[in-house]
């Protein structure tokens, strides 16, 4: 049996995403199975990506962008053809393999039924097998009723939230919210929970530890806070950056870094602004889209590493990737009380917490972690062993296994 994994990422230098994409198939490929990736269109959009191949093998995972490129054009009618030409091109690959009588299962991640409908409608009639693979509740992202493609993806996303499970095979979810939300429509042993998964056997060479180095020495002098997302409303980051500019009062030599990047570049924009009026500039470095090994490097040598997600709908459904492989930094970790962070981690045993939509509450913990830094590096250290129990990748992928085989009765 095969097991194709459809999902719209940049692989293989892209964000948490493609970083959970490739640990999935590495996970199934190391429990035996035979595992792709499929990338029907690139993630990225108008912007230069770091990978121009378009198929191949990278860090054990054999992958290939079903339309020939790894980003898609600004152009909205561009787009929408490299979109439909992508999945159409995936539906095909699935109705070849199927005449060639190749036994497959399909796992789609995080779908938009509107643009994922040629795979779903091909699975259907051809009665293959299909699993979701859903990380966040999307139609509580406001941002899609904002702009006319993004209008059409909430319908999208809303016919996957209650039509599209009745049709599948079983949905693997990221939250316990979002497993009650699917239970609605399928019965339990059709939902699992797949929480964040982590590399726990990962080894720095010697090549990165150098590059660590040189990142330590170029903020030696700086207390440094190191933030990493999508810039959007549930991250948090105007209540982190009220909670900074609280901070840099008594320790002015706080440096904070944002990573990530945003398709939307108004809400770059807005950031930016709201660091002017902080009066931030020299505070807060934004460093944008950045490859996989800086980004390690920037958690490795940071002194508080930040996951201050708003107590909002699309915030406690979902639940934040970059939290398990900050657990793996051995650096200390603030996150707030939202989704199921609470499940696996307890305030000052193996992470900090604060209120979320708090600024002096987030402000007032990275004081404490600061002074009282010795032993908030003892913590840290319980955190690894939180992510080596609930998020190994090697052994979440083998109760997924588990979960697929029994509903379609391998």
Request: with cysteine.
């Amino acid at each position: 049996m095969n097991i194709l994994l459809f999902h719209t990422v940049d692989f293989p230098n892209g964000g948490a995403e493609s970083a959970h994409a490739a640990l999935i198939i590495r996970g199934l490929r190391k429990n035996g199975e035979n595992a792709f990736l499929l990338i029907p269109y690139g993630a990225m959009l108008g912007v230069e990506t770091m990978n121009e191949r378009t198929r191949g093998h990278f860090g054990g995972v054999p992958y290939f962008y079903m339309n020939g490129k790894t980003t898609r054009s600004l152009n909205i009618f561009k787009s929408f053809i490299e979109i439909y030409s992508g999945m159409i091109n995936s539906a095909l690959l699935i109705f070849k393999r199927r005449l060639k009588k190749k036994k497959d299962i399909i796992i789609i991640g995080t779908p938009d039924a509107s643009r994922y409908f040629p795979v779903i409608l091909c699975c259907i009639i051809l009665r293959i097998p299909f699993f979701i693979w859903i990380v966040e509740k999307s139609t509580s992202n406001t941002w899609a009723l904002k702009t006319k493609s993004g209008f059409i993806s909430y319908f999208g996303f809303k016919i996957a939230e209650t039509i599209l499970p009745r049709f599948s095979s079983g949905c693997m979810v990221i939250s316990s919210r979002l497993r009650n939300l699917y239970l609605k429509y399928l019965p339990k042993d059709k939902v699992i929970i797949y929480p964040i998964l982590v590399d726990t056997d990962f080894v720095y060479d010697e090549e990165l530890l150098s590059k660590v180095s040189w990142f330590r020495k170029r903020y030696y002098d700086k207390k440094l806070i190191v933030y990493s997302g999508t810039f959007s409303e549930k991250d948090g980051i105007y209540f982190i950056l009220d909670a900074f500019s609280i901070l840099i009062k008594e320790y002015p030599d706080a440096h904070l870094i944002m990573t990530g990047y945003s398709s939307v570049p108004e809400i770059i924009e807005k950031v930016k602004d709201y660091i002017c009026r902080l009066d931030l500039n020299e505070q807060v470095e934004m460093v944008g889209f950045i490859s996989r090994e800086d980004l390690v490097c920037y958690n490795l040598v940071a002194d508080i590493l930040l996951v201050c997600r708003t107590n909002s709908e699309y915030a406690n459904y979902g639940f934040p990737w970059k939290l398990g492989e900050y657990c793996m930094t051995g650096r200390p970790i603030l996150a707030t009380r939202v989704s199921d962070i609470e499940l696996y981690f307890e305030d000052g045993e193996n992470i900090f917490l604060a209120e979320p939509e708090n600024a002096k509450a987030i402000a007032e913990k990275m004081t404490s972690i600061f002074e009282n830094y010795d032993e908030s590096l003892i913590v840290t250290r319980n955190a690894k062993k939180i992510a080596k129990t609930h998020f190994d990748y090697i052994g979440q992928t083998k109760k997924i296994i588990e979960f697929m085989n029994k509903n379609v009765g391998r």
